[in-house]
């Protein structure tokens, strides 16, 4: 018999939630050979944050319990560093009694057990409480074995490992927002104190429209899509979905030529689209008329070995010094003028800016800017904002695996990148990997402030799509050594996909904004 980590570790606090041991994410409880490497994780990124939030996830849900058994804990979305939930049934006064409940069960220091049990025992377990829609998800799971944790008499799945008792729980709220409520967690800044509650209400307004097209669809979470899938409803889903996204995109088109729009600014994380969104919006105005140009911000990379380099000296290709934001606001100014511009294109082998076309605009002419520092205020800076229109792009999970096991939106976009990069850029799924903090610190800093300032959000997850990348992400995560860094992430990723019934492409659109980082689009990138 081994000892778990906080045996061998002796007594490990907070921030620390779970452990790297031999390139594995474990929790603090879990037995391990006592000459394991051990990396503890804390609450400030990555899978520690990941498993406080489920553990907290996990005690309101004890707690909704107790206050009334019969109400339903449903996990929606994340806003920033905090967590949107709302309360299914007439749950009464039970949000003004949950923080009560929540801070008891975290003071009693409440062990949280952890059960690896055969499906089929923990498929009888759940319902004998009566757990139907969890058992569901179970049984679409490959596994011969499940983990099903324990708290106060109150057991549930969870993607993950979970903190060892309630009393590591440190930093936290629950306040009430919209028709529910936020829990609010650690602040990124400085983890002993609460992160402050976010302020976007764009962002909201869009999940909330993302909720809508579920309903239209008539998914819930993961194991809807895995029944559609089974009994053969998803070629509809498909089709309803891609639809819903042309007919979000026309109405994007309609805004910016109702406004008399000459320029248009799009912008996004890493792997939200942006490119497949542009050229989609660029048909959608030629349909109205109009004659629109696209024109990425990649062109305008300065030269690789001018790039702006990070605190450890290495080259930092998110900072918008990495463009040539100048020159390109120059010739955005030259061409609303009505000029001849020679607009470059970057050579991403050579690292250098070449020559590419010349391009004139003429009165009917909308330019289409797209790049990840599109709404960053130094770019079009003195472009006169009356001519300008906003478009935040980005891949919003739509739904959950459960009611309480959630899909983070930047899960989604990594794998869309790691598909992406792997077959048709040469970049193995390990290099994709490692890269991804500093793509993740690049959103923050020089992204996700500016997504409140569009004029229009435009949500590109597909509701199927996971199932999809499925089929092609296994190969690369599988290809990556135990002994790499990346391991860990691989198994994590790979687990994630898991819950979902693999399906193969065929009946995807060439003009799918998915075909972008799968293959056979009918656009040229």
């Known amino acids: 018999m081994g000892k778990t980590v906080m045996e061998i570790l002796g007594n490990v606090d907070y921030p620390f939630t779970c452990a790297l041991v031999n390139n594995q994410r474990i929790g603090l409880n879990e037995e391990i050979e006592e000459e394991s490497n051990i990396e503890l994780l804390s609450v400030e990124s990555g899978e520690g944050r990941r498993t406080y939030e489920r553990s907290i996830v996990f005690i309101t849900k004890a707690a909704l319990r107790a206050i009334d058994p019969s109400l339903l804990l449903i996990v929606k979305n994340s ?7 709302e309360i299914e049934g007439k749950n009464g006064g039970a949000l003004n009694r949950l923080k009560e409940e ?17 499906k089929e025992t923990a498929i009888r377990k759940l319902e004998k409480e009566h757990r139907i829609e969890d058992t569901v998800g179970i049984k679409y799971l490959l596994e011969d074995t499940i983990p099903l944790y324990e708290l106060k008499g109150l057991y549930n799945y969870f993607a993950g490992p979970l903190l060892p008792n309630t009393g590591l729980v440190k930093v ?4 009430p927002f919209e028709n529910g409520f936020l829990i609010l ?10 992160a402050d509650i976010p302020e976007r209400p764009k962002l909201f307004e869009a999940f909330k429209e993302s909720n809508n097209w579920a309903e239209k669809l008539e998914i819930k979470n993961v194991v809807d899509i895995n029944k559609s899938i089974v009994n053969g409803k998803i070629s509809n889903i498909i089709k309803i979905q891609e639809t819903l996204h042309e007919i979000k995109i026309g109405e994007i088109a ?29 048909i959608q105005i030629k349909a109205n008329g109009l004659k629109p140009f696209v024109i990425s911000t990649d062109n305008y990379f300065v030269d690789r070995d001018k790039t702006p380099l990070d605190e450890n000296g290495n080259p930092d290709f998110e900072a918008i010094d990495a463009l040539n934001y100048k020159l390109l606001e120059i010739h955005i100014r030259e061409l609303l003028s009505g000029k001849d511009v020679d607009i470059p294109r970057f050579n991403f082998i050579t690292g250098k800016n070449e020559k590419w076309k010349k391009i004139k605009i003429d009165k ?20 006169d904002d009356s001519i300008k229109f906003k478009v935040y792009v980005s891949a919003l999970s739509q739904i959950n695996i459960d009611n309480v096991n959630r899909i983070p939106t930047r899960d989604l976009r990594l794998i869309r990148r790691i598909v992406r990069d792997a077959h048709f850029r040469g970049i193995a799924a390990s290099e994709t990997i490692r890269r991804w903090n500093q793509v993740i610190k690049g959103e923050d800093k020089y992204i996700f402030p500016f997504q409140e300032s569009a004029d229009a959000i435009f949500n590109s997850a597909l ?19 135990s002994k790499e860094k990346e391991y860990s992430e691989s198994l994590r990723l790979l687990n994630f996909l898991s819950h979902f019934i693999p399906l193969l492409p065929d009946e995807v659109p060439q003009t799918s904004i998915l075909r972008e980082f799968i293959g056979k689009s009918s656009f040229k990138y």
């Open 185 to 194: 967690f650690p602040s990124k800044k400085d983890l002993n104190l609460i």
């Open 102 to 118: 929540v801070k008891k069960i975290i003071d009693e220091n409440n062990e949280i057990k952890k059960f690896n049990l055969p």
């Open 364 to 383: 009917n002419g909308i330019i289409i800017i797209e790049g990840i520092h599109s709404l960053n205020p130094m770019l079009m800076d003195e472009i």
């Open 79 to 85: 806003l920033e560093d905090a967590l949107y939930c």
């Open 254 to 282: 309609n805004q910016i030529i109702a406004k008399g729009t000459r320029l248009v600014l799009i912008a996004g994380p890493s792997s939200s689209g942006k490119t497949t969104f542009a050229k989609r919006l660029e």
């Open 172 to 175: 936290y709220n629950i306040v």
């Open 463 to 481: 509701i199927y799509e996971l199932a999809i990348l499925r089929v092609f992400a296994e190969a690369p995560f599988r290809a990556i050594d």
